[in-house]
């Protein structure tokens, strides 16, 4: 066992078994280095990357490798979903010096943490032009001890260039009406009309975009923004990407068309997919919508929630095909012959047309991903769900690929705001309760006495690492949900709390622009700050989001002016690069919009105080917040001095400091919260 057999992350506890030597990220390693006049190796992944794993199998578990590594190196390993600050500052040189970046990320450093020579996956032999991790651990080495002042000016030059990126994003005014428009063209050039998404291969799931598009057409009336929505959505939910079978999405597809996907489920992309389909559903009614989103809220309920009432933070793409082999996808593709062992000849025969499985395969040794193929043909509803079950109970006999349990604050308020939101919609109270139950846990376990956050858990256990940005600004994010869905204040109060931290410890007073970590954390070579979107939204555009919903919740002044000034990026960056600022881009809807702010007065148990709750969590105006409880109530401020209307429940709808008539009805309400009335 080596020093990684007490971390909390099941990526480092994976390698505690290895003959490597290694440390976890830690000032010690770096006094080791210094002291025995070694450089770094810096190697970082995460628990259900493919590639972590065949790097491990092939040089960090082979013991000649190790002992190279042990005799010359401080080996570091790094779980980049537990330290995603350390992630982002190393990922932003290999990008910067070898044009792309990815996992397994491997990166050489000197005892001050400065870096000197990249790379990604490295091969055990030499292969397809690239150097054997031996000859690179040789060749660093080799210039480690004889080209040392060589190694320290490329090291200096490196993090000086890093040092010298200030971010510059345009002036501060928050985008508008131009800028919106210009993104919404930006991305109509990048759209594949013919297959849904954007650009080609690998496509990952749009989940930003596609709220931007919901929100520009729900503010607009854009019909093309809609139907670039609807249509990408439908591709992902009918392709390979979405799980036919149990629900949920993988992590990206490997082709254009959605087929092969990379079969790794993420926590964060189900919870965003799963608002995006209850929010398409809201604004379309599109059946398809609803199905995926409720089939991909139980599958975060039934396969990812915790037993403490977290939710873990992914599903690996390997498992044991069977024969002992750990094979990507084994336990999501199926064979014709498969398929006849499970339901017999007729039903198999029936379920390879309704799925696409051939007996040339779509994937890997003449298997199939399963899909929903456009087809003309009319199959039998009833002969479907029974074949449907029983293919989903003999899968649940495959071996079941491995589960990342570490729980991620922002990933559980990803997932506490989609839960939340879908139950209220699908009239499914089990959905809430499950996203109370982590909301719960956050604050039991992840907030300490001062509401600062841990960034991770695991078995009950706190992490020892600080939360970042996006930590403060998902989980505040998914307490408003809860606080528009379940009316109670005290979300909305450790909201605040967190903002509060956002503004304090995040934010560059002179400027607005937000950091990724606490002015007073670890300190490392250059203090990350990226407010582009990638498989998540930023922490600066999500700080932005739940700013300005707060904001809108309170009349909290410093919280609107920090969200205004948070947008100036977007203002920037909006018509140039879209699809990297989907959530900035939605937020500024938002803000274009209001956003708007909903009371509804009425006692809980009143069929018309019901009536109107609903209509106000249905309406598509965007970002707007919702406010519920008696007349009497004094937990949520948007309720002060509202009453009830000839003793009728009643809501109020208000923004820019203007107030609507209330009104008793729903359906007046519906059309005030349509998102196009001026």
């Given at each position: 066992?080596n020093?990684l057999?007490?971390?909390?992350s ?18 010690e ?6 002291r ?9 992944g995460y628990s259900?990357c ?13 013991d000649?490798?190790a ?16 330290r ?11 990008q ?17 943490a ?11 032999e030499?292969?397809?032009?690239m ?8 060749g ?17 030059k490196i ?9 510059t994003f ?5 985008p ?14 990048d ?6 998404g ?16 919901l ?5 607009t ?6 139907q ?43 919870a ?8 398409l ?12 989103a409720?089939?991909?809220a139980?599958?975060l ?11 873990a933070?992914a599903?690996?793409a ?18 014709p012959?498969?398929?006849?062992e ?9 379920a390879a ?11 890997e040794?003449g298997?199939?991903?399963l ?23 003999a899968r ?5 690929p ?8 922002a ?10 939101e879908t139950?209220?919609?699908f ?7 499950a996203a ?9 376990l992840?907030?300490?006495?001062r ?18 940005l ?5 989980v505040?994010?998914?307490?408003l949900?809860?606080t ?8 909305l ?8 931290h ?6 560059d ?25 990638n498989?998540?939204p ?5 700080a ?11 009349g909290?002044?410093?919280?609107r002016t ?38 509804v ?10 009536a109107?709750?609903?209509a ?5 105006a ?27 429940p009643?809501a ?7 107030c ?19």
């Amino acid at each position: 066992m080596n020093r990684l057999a007490h971390e909390t992350s099941p990526y480092l506890l994976q390698h505690a078994d290895n003959p490597v030597d290694w440390w976890p990220w830690s000032a010690e390693a770096f006094d080791e280095a210094r002291r025995s006049n070694r450089p770094v190796l810096l190697s970082v992944g995460y628990s259900s990357c493919h590639w972590c794993h065949v790097m491990a199998h092939e040089s960090f578990e082979d013991d000649a490798t190790a002992a190279y590594l042990n005799d010359h190196f401080v080996s570091v390993k790094v779980d980049r979903e537990e330290r995603p600050d350390v992630d982002a500052v190393y990922m932003e040189a290999v990008q910067a010096a070898t044009g792309q970046g990815g996992w397994p990320m491997t990166v050489f450093l000197t005892p001050d943490a400065e870096p000197f020579y990249f790379g990604t996956y490295f091969p055990p032999e030499p292969r397809h032009g690239m150097a054997s991790f031996r000859q690179v651990l040789e060749g660093v080495s080799g210039a480690w001890t004889d080209r040392r002042d060589e190694v320290a000016e490329v090291a200096g030059k490196i993090t000086r260039d890093l040092a010298e990126r200030e971010l510059t994003f345009g002036d501060s005014a928050v985008p508008g009406e131009e800028e919106l428009a210009g993104a919404l063209l930006g991305l109509t050039r990048d759209y594949d009309a013919a297959r849904g998404g954007f650009g080609g291969a690998p496509k990952f799931p749009p989940s930003m975009v596609i709220e931007f598009l919901l929100r520009h057409h729900a503010r607009t009336g854009s019909e093309g923004a809609l139907q670039m929505a609807v249509d990408t959505c439908e591709r992902m939910a009918r392709g390979g990407l979405y799980d036919q079978l149990g629900g949920g999405f993988a992590r990206y597809s490997v082709d254009r068309e959605w087929v092969i996907p990379h079969f790794e489920k993420m926590l964060y992309d189900n919870a965003l997919l799963c608002r995006v389909y209850a929010h398409l559903w809201r604004s379309t009614g599109s059946e398809l919508a609803r199905r995926v989103a409720l089939e991909t809220a139980d599958f975060l309920v039934r396969e990812l929630r915790t037993t403490e009432g977290g939710f873990a933070s992914a599903l690996d793409a390997d498992s044991d095909d069977g024969t002992g082999r750990h094979v990507e996808g084994a336990y999501y593709v199926w064979t014709p012959e498969q398929l006849r062992e499970v339901l017999g000849d007729a039903d198999a025969e029936l379920a390879a047309r309704y799925y696409g499985v051939t007996e040339e395969g779509t994937f890997e040794e003449g298997a199939s991903v399963l899909q929903l193929p456009q087809r003309d043909e009319v199959f039998d509803a009833g002969k479907l769900a029974s074949v449907r079950e029983r293919l989903f109970a003999a899968r649940a006999g495959r071996p079941a690929p491995g589960r990342d349990d570490k729980v991620v604050a922002a990933w559980n308020g990803l997932a506490v705001a989609a839960l939340a939101e879908t139950g209220a919609y699908f009239d499914r109270p089990d959905l809430v309760e499950a996203a109370i139950g982590a909301a719960d846990l956050l604050v039991r376990l992840h907030m300490d006495d001062r509401a600062r956050l841990v960034r991770t858990s695991k078995d009950g256990r706190a992490g020892a690492h600080a939360g970042v940005l996006e930590d403060y600004a998902d989980v505040a994010e998914g307490f408003l949900a809860l606080t528009s869905v379940t009316g109670e204040g005290v979300w909305l109060e450790f909201a605040g709390f967190l903002l509060d931290h956002v503004l304090a410890q995040f934010t560059d007073d002179e400027s607005g622009a937000l950091y990724d970590t606490a002015a007073d954390a670890e300190r490392l070579i250059r203090r990350p700050q990226d407010p582009t979107d990638n498989a998540t939204p930023s922490g600066w555009s999500a700080a932005a989001g739940a700013l300005l919903s707060y904001a809108a919740q309170t009349g909290a002044e410093p919280h609107r002016t920090a969200a205004e000034r948070a947008l100036g990026v977007v203002k920037a960056l909006g018509p140039r690069a879209p699809r990297f600022i989907g959530w900035g881009l939605a937020v500024a809807e938002a803000l274009l919009d209001g956003p708007r702010e909903v009371a509804v007065v009425g006692e809980g148990n009143d069929p018309a105080t019901t009536a109107l709750r609903r209509a106000a969590l249905l309406g598509t105006a965007p970002g707007a917040v919702v406010a519920v409880g008696t007349p009497e109530s004094d937990e949520l401020p948007l309720l002060s001095g509202r009453s009830l209307v000839d003793g009728k429940p009643a809501a109020y709808v208000c923004r820019n400091f203007a107030c609507d008539v209330p009104t008793t009805d729903p359906d007046r309400l519906r059309t005030a919260l349509n998102g196009r009335n001026a």
